[in-house]
């Protein structure tokens, strides 16, 4: 065998995830979570969301605020009952732009330039004689006492804006609506993207328990049949992209290093999109420095540039059916500079993307298992998982590789179906919302 063949057989052997493995790390993930709920140590936040699943007949029109680390998103909807809803405006824009005209992401911008800008997006779609219920969804981890407050505990996906740590999210918008000229926007609620996915699903699928992000970043949202808190039945909000109890290689470990916070997000840096394509680049760069992959010094040069690879390379890698691999080499060539890679090389990238990406699909399933057997031990019930994101939606065969795994370990008799939620923290929030409006009268 070729020095570069047994390499790969290496990888494939620190990469696959056996069912063994799903198995063990479903226990595992369960602990946590019983762990996480009792307040024991755990890497499971498992933050309360004060909502729980929605009757399906929320009506009404609201605004609903999306931030979740890359853009902000405003929809004006209206819900019209039993899953059915219209949306009629939307206005939005990304956080940071690559020009480098405007970044409120960077450790230069702070709270208000941040909630300025996103109270600007909303502008556009208010009339000044009409009142607007707002809901916001903001996909970090937030300590709720309540439906509408929310504090920031730590950002995630490498955000760094200051001053937003440690404050309450409600109140920075509040005042920036205010200063904005906008008193008839009226935040009522504050949820995560995985709350929004869930309760958007479980508006038109009541078999909806768990609503799951698999994009930028990664988390997972159930229904608790008895909340801490409440002793009723309640969304969590798991921030599972924290859970720790994994089978790291010591590509996950340099990865983890050089990151912004070191030690925090281990699921998240293995799974999520934010962070695969650098795990390709740093297993890439290994095999060339191993003289494993060709290449001129241009090669080294990108190999050595972190983040150059997002989760929608990934794709694109996967994607390129062609016998000679084009595509790859077109990308190679006008993205990456690099004009002499070999057939061989690019065949190489797929098989580590192919590997990562299964690796991240399998993963993600186990977690999925260890929510199941925590509220359905015998998963005698229907369940869907509802699930959002680039990766989920994008990346070939990721979507089929989770269900494959869930039938794998549970039996394909066994009613877990794993469904694409589309636009899930815009609608999540409006239906929030209404809830929120129903519970106050
Ligand atoms: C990160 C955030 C989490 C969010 C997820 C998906 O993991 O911490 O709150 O749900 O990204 O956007």
């Known amino acids: ?50 909502v729980s699943k929605p ?38 824009k990304p956080l940071k732009q690559k020009e480098g005209q405007y970044n409120h992401i960077s450790k230069q911008a702070t709270a208000d330039h941040l909630f300025d800008f996103i109270a600007k997006q909303i502008a556009p779609l208010v009339k000044p004689d009409q009142i607007y219920p707002l809901g916001h969804t ?53 949820i995560n993207d995985t709350v929004g996915t869930l309760l958007a699903s479980a508006y038109e699928d009541p078999f909806t328990d768990i609503g799951s992000i698999c994009g930028t970043g990664h988390n997972t949202a159930y229904i608790e049949p008895c909340a801490p808190d409440t002793k009723m039945p309640m969304i969590i909000n798991l921030e599972s992209g924290n859970f720790d109890q994994l089978p790291f290689t010591a590509y996950d470990a340099l990865l983890d290093q050089q990151s912004e916070k070191p030690g925090e997000q281990r699921l998240e840096k293995m799974v ?24 001129s010094t241009s090669t080294r040069k990108i190999l050595t540039t972190p983040y150059i690879l997002h989760g929608a390379h990934i794709s694109l890698l996967l994607e390129d059916d062609s016998e000679k691999k084009e595509q790859i080499a077109h990308f190679l060539e006008s993205k990456l500079s690099i004009a002499d890679s070999t057939l061989e090389d690019r065949q190489t990238l797929i098989k580590i993307a192919s590997l990562v990406s299964i690796r991240s699909a399998r993963l993600v399933a186990a977690t999925y298992i260890g929510i199941l057997t925590h509220i359905d031990p015998d998963c005698s019930q229907n369940h869907t998982i509802a699930i959002d994101g680039s990766l989920y939606e994008k990346a070939p065969n990721y979507a089929k590789t989770i269900q494959m795994t869930l039938d794998e370990e549970l039996g394909s008799k066994k009613k877990v179906t794993s469904t694409l939620t589309k636009d899930g923290s815009g609608i999540g929030a409006a239906i929030a919302t209404a809830i929120a409006i129903h519970t106050e009268s």
């Open 272 to 295: 999520s999109g934010h962070y695969i394509g650098e795990l390709v680049r740093i297993i890439a760069c290994s095999l060339f420095d191993d003289g494993l992959l060709a290449g």
């Open 138 to 190: 903001f996909s970090f981890p937030t300590d709720q006492r309540g439906l509408n407050t929310g504090t920031l505990i730590h950002w995630t996906k490498e955000i760094e804006t200051t001053g937003v740590e440690g404050k309450d999210i409600t109140t920075l918008l509040r005042s920036a609506l205010d200063r904005q000229n906008l008193p008839n926007v009226i935040p009522k609620a504050i």
């Open 1 to 50: 065998m070729s020095k570069l063949l047994t390499q790969l057989h290496e990888l494939a052997t620190q990469l696959t995830i056996s069912p063994e493995q799903i198995g063990a790390i479903a226990v595992k993930f369960q602990q946590a979570m019983k762990n996480g709920l009792l307040g024991s140590p755990s890497s499971l936040k498992m933050l309360p969301s004060y």
């Open 55 to 92: 009757s399906r007949k929320e009506i009404g029109t609201f605004l609903a605020l999306d931030f979740g680390g890359t853009n902000v998103r405003v929809l004006l909807t209206e819900l019209l009952g039993e899953g059915k809803y219209v949306v009629h405006a939307r206005a939005g």
